[in-house]
C-alpha cells in the first residue's frame, strides 16, 4: 500500500524526522491560505502515488500567496502524465503547499528489505534528487548500504558508518544519525516494505531535511495497523485491483498484456507468467485463486479478468493442492453464461474430481482448449490470443 507524500511526511514528522512547514490543498483558495500562513516563498506539489512529478508540471514555485493559488489552479484538477504514471497519467486532486528550502546538498537516503539476505538494508548515497535505478546503473560504487540484524536492531555506529559515507559529519553527524534512527523505528514499527527520503538535502543553515519522502507498506500486515488503512487513497489505484480487493481475490494484479491468467498458487502463478513470456506472449495480470472452492469466486476472477479490454485469451492453470476441479469448472460455466464477450479459454487442469469437472465442461457446450502440461497450455493461449 502506498500513501502520498504529505502523509508520508506526517507520518515522519511523528517519529521526529525533520521535514520543511506545509499542508495540504484541496482548493486554490486553500493554497493562498496555507501559503498566507507560512508568511514565506512556497513550492506547490501535486500529490499523486508517482514520481517524477516535476517533469510532468506538477511542482511550482510560488513567491507569494496569489501566485501559489495560481499555481494550485493549474495543478489541480490537471491529468499529470510522469515516467511512472504511463501515458493515461493521474487526476491531481490535491497539492502539498510547503516552504520554500535553501538547499546546499541532495542526498538520498531509504530503509528498505534486500530479499537477497533478508534483512533490512539502510541505503544512502550522495547523489541526491535522481533515481536510485539511474544511480545504481551508471554509478553503482555512489550506493551504500548497511545491513541491520533484526535481533540487534539499529545501532548508532551503523548510523555513523553510514553518515560519513554521505559527507555528513562534524555537526551534521548527530542529527543524520538521529533522523536514520528514527527512519528505521517508523519503517519496523509500522510494517513498512520501503521508506524513501529523495531528496534528503543539507540546508544553507547546515540542517538535514526530508524535502521528499516515500512510504510503502506491507499489505499482509495492514490488519495490524488501521491507522496507515485510514490514509488508503482508492482514486490511486487501479479500479480493477480495488474491485478484486472489493470482491474477496486479494492476489490479483494487473499488467499490460492480452493473456488472463486464473492460477491456483502464487509460485504456479509466477512460473505461469514466465510460460507466456518464453511462448511469445504477455500476461495481462497476476491472479492467485488460492483454494477457490466456491464458484462464484471463480466467476468474480473472470468478471474482473475480461473487464480488461486488452485481454484476448484466458488461461487456467489448476494444479494439485486443495482446489477442486468441479468447482473450477462450475465457475467457468456460470462466468461464460453471464460474460457480455466470450475470450477463448485454454485449461491446464490436474487436481481433485477431475473427471467430474472434465465432464461438467463437456455437457456445457462450452469451447475450452485443454493442455496437459504448462508449456502446452501456454503455447495454446499464445496462439487464441493473436488469432
Known amino acids: 500500500m502506498k500513501v502520498h507524500e504529505y502523509q508520508a511526511k506526517e507520518l515522519l514528522a511523528h517519529y521526529s524526522v525533520p521535514i520543511p512547514k506545509g499542508r495540504v490543498a484541496s482548493t486554490p483558495a486553500e493554497a493562498k491560505a496555507i501559503a498566507t500562513e507560512l508568511g514565506v516563498a512556497v513550492v506547490v506539489k501535486a500529490q499523486i502515488h508517482a514520481g517524477g512529478r516535476g517533469k510532468g508540471g506538477g511542482i511550482k514555485l510560488a513567491a507569494t500567496p496569489v501566485e501559489a493559488e495560481t499555481a494550485a489552479g493549474q495543478i489541480i484538477g490537471m491529468t499529470l502524465v510522469t515516467p511512472q504514471t504511463g501515458p493515461e497519467g493521474r487526476l491531481v486532486r490535491k497539492v502539498l503547499i510547503e516552504e520554500q528550502t535553501q538547499i546546499d546538498r541532495e542526498l538520498y537516503f531509504a530503509v ?6 533478508g534483512r533490512a538494508i539502510l541505503m544512502g548515497s550522495q547523489a541526491g534528487g535522481m533515481e536510485i535505478e539511474e544511480v545504481a546503473a551508471s554509478n553503482p560504487e555512489q550506493i551504500h548500504r548497511v545491513a541491520i540484524d533484526p535481533a540487534a536492531g539499529f545501532q548508532p555506529y551503523q548510523g555513523r558508518e553510514l553518515a560519513f559515507a554521505l559527507g555528513l559529519d562534524g555537526d551534521l553527524l548527530r542529527p543524520a544519525v538521529a533522523l536514520m534512527q528514527n527512519l528505521y523505528r517508523l519503517f519496523i514499527e509500522k510494517d513498512a516494505s520501503l521508506a524513501e527520503i529523495n531528496p534528503l538535502v543539507v540546508t544553507k543553515d547546515n540542517r538535514v531535511l526530508a524535502l521528499d519522502a516515500k512510504l ?19 482514486e490511486e489505484e487501479d479500479p480493477l485491483e480495488v474491485r478484486a480487493q472489493a470482491e474477496g481475490i486479494s492476489n490479483y494484479v494487473k499488467l499490460d498484456g492480452n493473456i488472463g491468467c486464473v492460477v491456483n498458487g502464487a509460485g504456479l502463478a509466477m512460473a505461469t507468467m514466465d ?50 476441479v468441479d468447482v473450477i469448472a462450475e465457475g467457468i460455466i456460470a462466468a461464460h453464461n453471464s460474460m457480455p464477450a466470450k475470450v477463448p479459454i485454454v485449461a491446464r487442469l490436474a487436481g481433485t474430481n477431475l473427471d467430474e469437472g472434465l465432464k461438467m465442461l463437456a455437457d456445457s457446450g462450452i469451447h475450452v482448449e485443454r493442455a496437459d502440461d504448462l508449456g502446452e497450455a501456454a503455447r495454446k493461449a499464445v496462439a487464441a490470443a493473436t488469432a
Open 275 to 324: 510460460a507466456i513470456k518464453l511462448a511469445g506472449g504477455e500476461p495481462a495480470n497476476f491472479l492467485d485463486i488460492a483454494t477457490a472452492n466456491d464458484p462464484q469466486r471463480v466467476v468474480n476472477a473472470l468478471g474482473i479478468i475480461t473487464s480488461d479490454p486488452n485481454v484476448k485469451a484466458i488461461l487456467f492453470n489448476i494444479f494439485g493442492g486443495m482446489a477442486r
Open 216 to 234: 510503502n507498506f506491507d499489505d499482509n500486515a495492514a490488519f495490524r495497523h488501521q491507522d496507515i488503512l485510514a490514509l488508503r487513497d482508492v
Open 112 to 117: 528498505l528489505i534486500d530479499s537477497s539476505i
